[in-house]
DNA sequence: GTAGGGTTAG
């Protein structure tokens, strides 16, 4: 085994709503493909971590080594804390001191800078105040760069509070002090601090200069803040202290401006140093450069420039080819990722952060199996790379790859962080595994994470996407903040779940707590008021979205296409359509479903042409509502042209739903024998709305022979589906075999199913008028059925057999 | 012997 290199790291406290200050520390090890943290301790929060112990960790220290090998040598001691410190190995570091003095030798000053770093790397407030305390005791304390240390050693235990005591009552500060404190206050977030206290050694210290570390702290502070006026004071102090060609501070100064968006001066300080035989050649200066291009969203300049760099002969190494790689993910460009990736092996550029942005490169750009690739022949892992590989699962279509996954990456580590349990509620989600996704909530709460905003928006939308609105709402209002993407999440589930009236109101609620609503919310908001069928509602977020989204937007304005259809206002959806400055393949899609939905069949077929001629695809969802609308309107002929078109002109190969469309097409026309030939060929695995289509058309045509060899598929695939029974039992009474009506209805009864009748409503003057079959609770219902009554001897005369619903419902009611 | 630049996941 081999350690291939090892570095601190923060974890992301944000993900938390806690700022975690403490830094973990994180180990690689060649070949087995494990990561660990070996040592951790988050203090500053109520959180305990269970840390998976590294199986192949390097061979520690033994206690009693020092006394029973006699390796007292003050100076080989020495070196021994020195390289345990170096490795990481810092408890074996301290052990090996504490060996020593416990073994009678005299304390030597010459230790502590190390040891004291050793305890830093411990992330343990109260070890540290140990060493402080031992220190205290030797005397040790008087002499500065001890003092530093120990400042150093407060902040890497998350104790800037300690560090800062410290720092005010120190008599003798020197440039190291100060620098501490700035860089400080800038790595554990607080970047106002950290520019306060450049501000004061400058002040403080009579007009010194400050050297290279406290400007680089300052700078990424302001950088951190997007302070321009900072940021050009200091490049100021730069100038006139003759730094401005420094390559450290010249790298530090374009972050600085690419940070605030300033990427005029930002080229003007790289413009400047360019020529530069030194700076102009420094590789760092050019990623800096490339990596903010890429931020500020400018990718064809970071291109160029990378190929410039290339040109003038400036390796690329790791930072390089990530920025490059992340930069192809958001082009798309799976053409230039491949190069990249030809020249990281060229180059032999791997590591695990270049691995990770190979592997999102692949995903993102549309060869998920190729970033699977990636990751499963990955030499190196670690909690972002099993993060990326879950969230581009979970997000490109292969949900059981992560659940797979994440069982995997369970066994080894034993513990998830926010990003991981974010991707498998998707999945879960996506799947909609409601007994896996509660485990996932229940190690949610465990590890203190389902408060946090990210985890709890994808609960709220995981238990919504189940269909259960309660939990979903005692998540939403458990959460401590709720973003943008919670409320959505819960609007969203509310419309999914037909909750259209408490989806309104927690659109009221939101726009209560000043957060301001998205596309997405609309888009939800609609489909609301489209499962009510309540124009007056179409029209009231109609209005708003005119009085607040003066711009047209294709996402919103197709959901108020389909709104208006189902509300049953088509000439509304066609303004709306007609009004599109851009169309995309959803806007022809709603607006054909529009025109189908509500007959319009000749129109659908010349708005289809019509989106031909725009050059716009056909998707699987435009053959759908094509052939539903055929077969509602019984053309044969026209869907069978659509079916094979779709086939043959746009090679997309038919799924379920439309060999259930084709099914059903066939049955209503009368075709039984044909559509039942049909499923019989279907590739994929007809579902019971396949059968369960044709069942009705069995019934329509009175055709009980095939319609019991239909219901057998159907009680197959589903034993307890109540709906086909009934419609079984009423094909029967049909055709007056009452003896298999009373079996099958004996059968339903016997099973204890219980059908829920459906309804229909009417809005009449903004009132909302509910039907259900047999039910004459409405003051009118007389002159209801009498209209009734009357529009079927209209139909019967016309040539229609009318197929109005009896009240025989009494069974299950 | 103390402080010390750039890159990855939702």
């Given at each position: ?6 570095h ?6 944000h993900?938390?709503?806690?700022k ?5 520390y ?6 087995p493909?494990?990561?660990t ?18 199986p ?9 080594f020092l006394t ?12 021994m ?7 990481g190995?810092?408890?074996?570091a ?5 060996d ?8 030597e000053?010459?230790?502590f800078?190390?040891l004291?770093k050793?305890?830093g790397g411990?992330c343990?407030?109260?070890k540290?105040k140990q060493?402080?305390?031992h220190l205290?005791?030797?005397?040790f304390l008087?002499?500065?760069y001890?003092k530093?240390s120990l400042l150093?050693m407060?902040?890497?235990?998350g104790a800037?509070g300690?560090a800062v005591?410290?720092?005010e ?10 620098n501490?404190m700035?860089?400080g206050?800038?790595q ?5 601090k ?5 501000g004061?050694?400058v002040?403080?210290r009579?007009?010194e200069c400050p050297n ?6 300052a700078?990424s502070s302001?950088g951190?803040?997007q302070c ?9 102090f ?12 010249v790298s ?7 940070k ?10 790289f413009e400047r140093?360019?020529?530069n035989d030194l700076v102009g050649?420094?590789?760092?200066v050019w ?8 931020s500020n ?9 990378f190929?410039?760099?290339?040109e003038?002969g400036?390796?690329?190494?790791s ?6 790689l992340?930069l192809?993910s ?8 491949k190069q990249i990736?030809?020249l990281?092996l060229?180059?032999s550029l ?26 499963r022949r990955s ?8 993060g990326s590989?879950?969230?581009?699962c979970a997000?490109?279509g292969?949900p059981?790859?992560?659940l797979q ?11 998830p ?6 991707a498998?509620?998707r ?10 996704g509660?485990?996932?909530?229940g190690?949610?709460i465990?590890m ?7 985890v709890g928006?994808a609960?709220v939308?995981?238990?919504g996407?189940?269909?259960?609105m309660k939990?979903?709402?005692?998540v939403f ?11 959505n ?5 509310f419309?999914q779940?037909k ?6 109101m927690a659109?009221r609620?939101m726009q209560?707590?000043?957060?301001k609503p998205n ?5 939800c908001?609609l489909s609301?008021?489209?499962h009510?069928s309540?124009?007056i509602l179409c ?11 003066p711009?047209t937007n294709a ?8 709104a ?5 206002d ?6 709306v359509?007609?009004k ?16 189908g939905?509500?007959g ?8 289809f042409?019509?989106?031909k ?6 998707d ?7 052939l539903?609308a055929c ?8 869907g069978w042209?659509y079916?094979?078109?779709?086939m043959?002109d ?9 060999y259930t469309?084709?099914?059903d ?8 024998n044909?559509?039942?030939?049909l499923?019989?060929t279907v ?6 709305r396949?059968w369960?289509?044709l ?5 329509h045509?009175?055709?009980t ?11 197959d ?14 094909l029967?009474?049909d055709s ?5 009506v009373s079996?099958?209805r004996?059968?339903?009864k ?13 809005e009449v ?9 047999g039910?004459h609770s ?5 002159d ?5 009554e009357g529009?079927?001897?209209?139909m ?6 009318p ?5 025989s419902?009494?069974y299950?009611?």
């Amino acid at each position: 085994m081999e350690i291939v290199w090892s570095h601190s790291f923060q974890l992301n406290g944000h993900c938390m709503n806690k700022k975690l200050e403490l830094v973990p520390y994180e180990v690689t090890v060649r070949n087995p493909k494990k990561t660990t943290l070996v040592s951790c301790s988050l203090q500053n929060n109520a959180t305990s971590f269970q840390l998976a112990k590294n199986p192949f960790e390097k061979s520690s220290y033994t206690h009693g080594f020092l006394t029973t090998k006699s390796v007292m040598d003050v100076s080989k001691v020495n070196s021994m804390v020195k390289e345990y410190t170096e490795d990481g190995f810092f408890e074996d570091a301290i052990r090996v001191y504490l060996d020593f003095i416990e073994y009678g030798f005299p304390v030597e000053f010459r230790f502590f800078p190390c040891l004291i770093k050793a305890y830093g790397g411990l992330c343990d407030v109260s070890k540290g105040k140990q060493i402080h305390g031992h220190l205290l005791k030797f005397g040790f304390l008087e002499d500065v760069y001890v003092k530093n240390s120990l400042l150093g050693m407060y902040w890497k235990c998350g104790a800037g509070g300690d560090a800062v005591e410290m720092f005010e009552r120190m008599q003798e500060r020197d440039l190291v002090s100060w620098n501490t404190m700035i860089s400080g206050f800038c790595q554990s977030g607080d970047y106002v601090k950290s520019l306060t206290m450049f501000g004061r050694m400058v002040k403080e210290r009579g007009g010194e200069c400050p050297n290279r570390v406290a400007y680089l702290a300052a700078l990424s502070s302001c950088g951190s803040i997007q302070c321009l006026t900072h940021g050009e004071e200091i490049h100021g102090f730069l100038v006139k202290n003759g730094l401005h060609s420094d390559e450290f501070l010249v790298s530090g100064l374009i972050e600085m401006y690419m940070k605030c968006g300033d990427i005029k001066n930002a080229e003007n300080v790289f413009e400047r140093i360019r020529d530069n035989d030194l700076v102009g050649r420094n590789r760092v200066v050019w990623n800096v450069m490339i990596l903010g291009y890429v931020s500020n969203e400018c990718l064809s300049l970071a291109l160029d420039l990378f190929v410039e760099m290339l040109e003038l002969g400036i390796t690329p190494d790791s930072p390089t080819v990530v920025t490059l790689l992340v930069l192809c993910s958001q082009l798309l460009d799976l053409a230039v990722g491949k190069q990249i990736h030809g020249l990281i092996l060229g180059l032999s550029l791997d590591d695990v952060r270049v691995g990770t942005a190979l592997m999102q490169m692949y995903f993102k750009c549309g060869d998920p199996e190729t970033g699977l690739q990636m990751f499963r022949r990955s030499q190196y892992y670690n909690l972002v790379m099993w993060g990326s590989v879950m969230s581009n699962c979970a997000q490109n279509g292969y949900p059981n790859e992560a659940l797979q996954l994440f069982g995997e990456f369970m066994l080894d580590y034993g513990f998830p962080d926010p990003v991981i349990l974010l991707a498998v509620l998707r999945a879960c989600s996506f799947l909609t595994l409601k007994p896996r996704g509660m485990e996932i909530h229940g190690l949610a709460i465990k590890m203190g994470f389902d408060s946090d905003v990210f985890v709890g928006g994808a609960l709220v939308d995981f238990y919504g996407k189940c269909g259960d609105m309660k939990y979903a709402q005692q998540v939403f209002h458990g959460l401590s903040t709720r973003d943008l993407v919670s409320w959505n999440a819960l609007i969203s589930g509310f419309a999914q779940n037909k909750c259209a009236d408490e989806a309104l109101m927690a659109f009221r609620d939101m726009q209560t707590e000043q957060i301001k609503p998205n596309t997405v919310t609309m888009a939800c908001v609609l489909s609301g008021c489209s499962h009510l069928s309540v124009m007056i509602l179409c029209k009231e977020v109609h209005c708003y979205l005119l009085r607040h989204w003066p711009e047209t937007n294709a996402l919103v304005s197709n959901s108020l296409i389909s709104a208006y259809a189902k509300c049953g206002d088509i000439h509304s959806s066609w303004t709306v359509f007609e009004k599109l400055p851009v169309r995309d393949e959803v806007s022809w899609n709603s607006i054909l479903l529009a025109l189908g939905m509500h007959g319009h069949t000749n129109e659908m077929f010349a708005t289809f042409e019509k989106m031909k001629e725009a050059n716009l695809k056909p998707d699987h969802g435009t053959f759908t509502t094509l052939l539903s609308a055929c077969s509602h309107a019984g053309k044969v002929d026209a869907g069978w042209k659509y079916f094979n078109s779709m086939m043959v002109d746009y090679t997309l190969e038919p799924r379920v739903e439309q060999y259930t469309c084709m099914v059903d097409l066939l049955g209503r026309a009368g075709y039984l024998n044909l559509a039942y030939d049909l499923i019989m060929t279907v590739p994929c695995s007809p579902d019971d709305r396949v059968w369960g289509s044709l069942l009705a058309s069995c019934k329509h045509h009175g055709d009980t022979k095939l319609a019991e060899v239909v219901a057998n598929h159907i009680f197959d695939l589903d034993p307890s589906s109540v709906g086909y029974r009934v419609l079984l039992a009423n094909l029967y009474e049909d055709s007056g075999n009452l003896k298999e009506v009373s079996r099958v209805r004996t059968e339903i009864k016997y099973m204890g199913l219980k059908k829920q009748p459906g309804c229909s409503w009417i809005e009449v003057d903004n009132s909302i008028h509910i039907f259900v079959a047999g039910d004459h609770s409405h003051d009118q219902s007389e002159d209801i059925y009498a209209t009734i009554e009357g529009l079927s001897l209209e139909m019967k005369r016309v040539g229609y057999i009318p197929q109005i619903q009896t009240a025989s419902n009494d069974y299950w009611a």
